[in-house]
């Protein structure tokens, strides 16, 4: 297992993660990242703000960058996607 980092970029502005995730591979951090993205667009809607640029940067224990999501790119936050029966 190895620690990724989940940086958040908005604009000019940057949140950087002071604490780690640890996760199996990339991908497992990549599908974490998107996880991670959905509870971010949850609190801005909850906040009233508006969901357009913010990034989240996924960055290995290095400090390399291996990934990004980008919050508007998510399936459901876009308004023709299908919604799932519950």
Known sequence: ???????LRNGNSLL???EGQEFE???DAQQGAEEYAREIFAELVRAGKQVNGQVIDILDPLGTTVGMVR???????QPDA???DG
Do not use: E
């Not at 919050?71 to 936050?77: E, G, V, Y």
């Open 1 to 7: 297992m190895a620690i990724y980092f989940f940086n």
């Open 16 to 18: 950087t993660a002071s």
């Open 25 to 27: 591979s990339t991908a």
């Open 71 to 77: 919050l508007i790119d998510q399936p459901h936050l």
């Open 82 to 84: 299908p919604l799932k």
